[in-house]
Antibody
Framework: EVQLVESGGSLVQPGGSLKLSCVAS????????MDWVRQTPGKSLEWIGE????????NYAPSIKDRFTISRDNAKSTLYLQMSNVKSDDTAIYYC??????????WGQGVMVTVSS | DIQMTQSPASLSASLGETVTIECRAS??????LAWYQQKPGNSPQLLIY???SLADGVPSRFSGSGSGTQYSLKINSLQSEDVASYFC?????????FGAGTKLELK
């Protein structure tokens, strides 16, 4: 059974940093591109970015480019999202997802990030 | 960015009814469109990909259609477990973008 378990969410101050993790199981992690998607309190979904199978290539949404970094450790079947210089607009539930040619086959349960002073 | 306009924003329907949700892209997305279902308190789940392909395990009462800039999701014979929010998503161009969602309730 495919499982994606996110962790690392918390309350963080504006301008601060946070690193989210997503541990994958039930499939061969190193064979799949992985993405992060977030859902705002108003329920809108926003694609954040993606990483290829060996971690050598990433693509990001313009809204977070240069502030967020996606990485992975295939030996640990873990995906990461490093968030820096966070803003109140970054308050959301963050999901890691498995990607097949751009659509999201499986989603984790999500982790909450709140940006507030 | 490609804008995805989804309608209606909310919908109330009776059990057994047929429901249709529309999604319009701001430019041609060549059927690179997916639909997701999100039940209250849960993560989104893939329903349809490539505009009309049913994801594994999705009941056949769900179907997708469309081309170019206009797409739709149809639910035949509405069941109580279909109460959820539905989102469309284009993956023809970066950045991938979503519709604002349709909240489906029972009448």
């Amino acid at each position: 059974e495919v499982q994606l378990v996110e962790s690392g969410g918390s309350l963080v101050q504006p301008g601060g940093s946070l690193k989210l993790s997503c541990v994958a199981s039930g499939f061969t992690f190193s064979n799949y591109w992985m993405d992060w998607v977030r859902q705002t309190p108003g329920k809108s979904l926003e694609w954040i970015g993606e990483i290829n199978t060996d971690g050598s290539k990433t693509n990001y949404a313009p809204s977070i480019k240069d502030r967020f970094t996606i990485s992975r450790d295939n030996a640990k079947s873990t995906l990461y999202l490093q968030m820096s210089n966070v803003k109140s607009d970054d308050t959301a539930i963050y999901y890691c997802t498995i990607t097949t040619t751009g659509y999201f086959d499986y989603w984790g349960q999500g982790v909450m990030v709140t940006v507030s002073s | 960015d490609i804008q995805m306009t989804q309608s209606p924003a909310s919908l109330s329907a009776s059990l057994g009814e047929t429901v249709t949700i529309e999604c319009r892209a701001s430019e041609d997305i060549y059927s690179n469109l997916a639909w997701y279902q999100q039940k209250p308190g849960n993560s989104p789940q893939l329903l349809i990909y490539d505009a009309n392909s049913l994801a594994d395990g999705v009941p056949s009462r769900f179907s997708g259609s469309g081309s170019g800039t206009q797409y739709s999701l149809k639910i035949n014979s509405l069941q109580s477990e279909d109460v959820a929010s539905y989102f469309c998503q284009q993956y023809n161009n970066y950045p991938y973008t979503f519709g604002a969602g349709t909240k489906l309730e029972l009448k």
